[in-house]
């Protein structure tokens, strides 16, 4: 029901920065909310940040004050501000969406992952 591709990923020194896009498409009515998890070797998947159609954000402690979660739900967007960057941030982030169909039906879905490596 829903596709959703991130990009922005890559490699970087601590201290850096980078910003993840992911985009939605499909039979997408509107989006409930969007948000970013994490999954590093040998660990499970952690929540990062969401965020919702009114604008109501999540934010895991290990994150705050370092990233900023943003949205154009406009364009089935959702944005990863990941700043003063740790070598423990680097996993493999997925973007997920929470959506209403053009059926009216909730749906979720996962993006396919974007890596982001933080060199020492």
Not at 43 to 71: P, W, Y
């Amino acid at each position: 029901q829903v596709h959703l591709v991130e990009s922005g990923g890559g490699l970087v020194q601590a201290g850096g920065s980078l910003r993840l896009s992911c985009a939605a498409s499909g039979r997408i009515f509107s989006v409930k909310s969007m948000g970013w998890y994490r999954q590093a070797p040998g660990n499970q998947r952690e929540l990062v940040a969401s965020i919702t159609s009114g604008g109501s954000t999540e934010c895991s402690d290990s994150v705050k004050g370092r990233f900023t979660i943003s949205k154009d739900f406009a364009k089935n967007t959702v944005y990863l501000q990941m700043n003063s960057l740790k070598p423990e941030d680097t996993a493999v982030y997925y973007c997920q969406a929470v959506i209403y169909t053009v059926s009216g039906v909730l749906s979720a879905g996962w993006g396919q992952g974007t890596q982001v490596t933080v060199s020492s």
